[in-house]
């Protein structure tokens, strides 16, 4: 059976959350698939990086290492991409939904002449009778994503090109190691063999980069913290939420004043107005100031002690309680769902 | 140096971002047809740049390439209005039901057509689908390189050109030889307002459908003024094949499709029972608004 391969993205030596997040998700449907699991990473200075992603459940490790192969750029690694997918032919090939991936993808997926899903909210193998020709299909990765502005879920499947390609968003899938003792089989390219001199002529001159920076505006999901939370301290609980959902943390102006979270974080008239299709407030009793800045969620889970907190009114689900019980009951029972 | 040759490929999409009332169906989905139609926002991002190397470089021509129904011939006149030159409409039965690759494969011959173009910008991503795909697709048909993520085209020469990149985490600056396909941010400036003069000149431009009840007055406006005309294109004026286009030139097929039911605003209070917060939790994942 052809295998799954997911393209690993590294910065500074290490492989991005978004790629080791695809190969649990990978590992899962390459094991229901009966086939391997497969890593791509392409780089420079790539020695001994096989170790971070075998405890994954990686299986084989291609790497292509040249110093011209970091930073990325567009057609050294698109070029080198198509050509180990047409050796190699991948039934699967799973890329981050990121400023890489969603450069790349789409120009690997013309050359090959295969479908490509951008941005799936969840992967899953699946069947397909298609009634026209009269054709089962078994086996189909079912790229589900939502579209038309989050209105609609759409269930994308390529019945019969090769790669089936998806992108997903950091944060959407969990990261989870698979084993720790789990050992595959590294396999270097001979990087002349893909790459060809004239790949080169799209030149960084100059590039600015960050650690990842709070975004409260573009999260698709918001925990978000009020007064009532309490104290900086506290504020973990809402951080722990946040980290298990793919989520951003988020607080009111009366939280940030006291303290106990920082301003980049403030959502309301004096911060940031937010959209996400998720908001889930803690101990916030939804002055209009606070309100004006996240009404526009399109699902709002309020939780507090107070029953008459005036975000009750705007919220979809008001759960009546202690944050400190709530939120762990939250988180396992989030896990338990998505195992 | 010599003006460039731009074309700027732009899409008209419905208004997803604004859902009103009167959009929604009684069973609380969206009802898409009765969403408003507009100029995808980062291809108008896409257009400012393209008019900012016509300022700066005389002898530039703007085109606007758009495929769709007759009525998308609405986008051109748009960019008309703010100082683009000419336009072209893609329109034919062949072309529907098209995914990201039929639909590159369609403007990839349509460019090629059109010969000796400098420079291809369009917007990172249309609103509708959010794939982000033709760009880069558009690229790899016509064997060019790519820059997405644009915020600025900082310089161009008849080379070369210059860009900043806004990625997730920081900026990149850089620098590559034309003919070349750029896709554009909404972080980039916004595209300027329509030009009142523009606006009369091109308030009559429309596509050879359009002008198909027009009276004999108008026909002679059009011999006399012939940038009123806004070219149309179908199948046979693009020479491509027809299997590589609409639903057979398309890999990916829509298995399902669920409507996101908006309910009615009706506040359900949950105790902080771990029944009660499982169920919850389950519906969320179920309805995909958890990963």
């Known amino acids: 059976m052809n295998s799954l391969f997911v393209y690993c993205e590294i910065e500074d030596g290490i492989i991005a959350d978004v790629s080791l997040e695809l190969l649990t998700k990978g590992k899962k449907l390459a094991q229901q698939l009966k086939c391997k699991l497969e890593a791509l990473v392409i780089g420079s200075n790539l020695k001994g990086v096989e170790a971070q992603l075998f405890p994954y459940g990686v299986d084989v490790v291609h790497i292509a290492d040249d110093k011209r192969l970091a930073p990325y750029t567009t057609l050294p690694h698109s070029n080198l991409t198509i050509k180990l997918f ?87 899938m969990k990261k989870e190691i698979f084993d720790t003792a789990y050992k595959g089989e590294v396999r270097h390219l001979d990087v002349s063999k893909y790459v060809s001199d004239s790949d080169f002529i799209v030149k960084i001159k100059e590039r600015k980069m960050e650690k990842s920076k709070v975004n409260v505006k573009n999260a698709s999901i918001i925990v978000a913290g009020g007064y009532g939370v309490g104290s900086r301290e506290n504020f973990n609980l809402l951080f722990e939420l946040a980290d298990v959902l793919g989520a951003e943390v988020g607080a009111s102006r009366a939280a940030v004043d006291a303290g106990f979270a920082d301003h980049d974080r403030q959502i309301g008239q004096t911060g940031v107005t937010v959209r996400p299709k998720l908001y889930i407030a803690c101990g916030i009793s939804g002055q209009i100031q606070h309100t004006a800045g996240m009404e526009e969620s399109s699902l709002v889970i309020s939780i507090n002690n107070d029953p008459k907190a005036p975000i009750n009114k705007i919220a979809d689900y008001v759960i009546e309680g202690d944050l400190s019980e709530i939120i762990p009951k939250m988180i396992k029972s989030y896990r338990q769902n998505t195992k | ?168 985490r920081g900026v990149e600056f850089v620098e590559g030889p034309l003919p070349m396909v750029v896709t554009v941010n909404s972080s980039a400036p916004s595209c300027r307002p329509r030009n009142a003069r523009l606006l009369m000149k091109y308030k009559h431009a429309s596509t050879i459908t359009e002008r198909q009840d027009d009276s004999e007055d108008y026909i002679t406006m059009y011999t006399q003024r012939p940038y009123l005309n806004i070219e149309e294109w179908g199948v046979q004026d693009i020479d491509a094949d027809v299997i590589d286009l609409g639903l057979s030139g398309s890999p990916t097929k829509v298995k399902k499709i669920e409507n996101i039911v908006f309910q009615a605003k009706e506040t359900r209070y949950l105790s902080n029972s771990e029944a009660d917060i499982n169920e919850l939790m389950k519906e969320l994942v179920e309805n995909h608004t958890l990963g």
């Open chain 1, 86 to 172: 047409e050796e190699e032919k991948p039934q699967i090939a799973l890329m981050g939904a990121s400023s890489i991936g969603r450069d790349l993808g789409p120009r690997v997926s013309s050359a090959l002449k295969s479908g490509l899903t951008a941005d799936c909210t969840s992967l899953e193998i699946g069947e397909h009778f298609d009634k026209k020709n009269d054709k089962n299909y078994e086996n189909l990765l079912y790229q589900i994503r939502p579209a038309f502005g989050g209105n609609i879920v759409a269930t994308i499947i390529n019945p019969d090109c090769r790669p089936q390609m998806a992108t997903v968003r950091e944060g959407v």
């Open chain 2, 1 to 168: 140096m010599k003006g460039l040759k731009i074309i700027v490929l732009a899409k008209q999409v419905p208004d997803t971002r604004n859902v009103g009332k009167d959009a929604m169906k009684a069973d609380g989905t969206v009802n898409r047809a009765a969403l408003p139609a507009i100029f995808n926002p980062e291809d108008l991002n896409a257009l400012e740049q393209a008019l900012r190397i016509k300022d700066k470089v005389p002898g530039t021509t703007v085109t606007l390439l758009t495929m769709g129904p007759g009525r998308a011939a609405e986008i051109i006149r748009e960019g008309l209005y703010r100082g683009a030159d000419s336009g072209y409409l893609l329109t034919d039965r062949a072309f529907a039901g098209a995914d990201t690759l039929a639909t590159s494969y369609a403007i990839s011959c349509a460019i090629k057509k059109m010969g000796n173009i400098d420079l291809i910008i369009s917007g990172r991503q249309a609103i509708d689908g959010d794939t982000a795909q033709v760009g880069p697709q558009v690229a790899e048909k016509l064997n060019l390189p790519q820059v997405t993520y644009t915020e600025e085209i900082t310089d161009v020469s008849a080379k070369k050109i210059t860009i900043k990149r806004r990625l997730e």
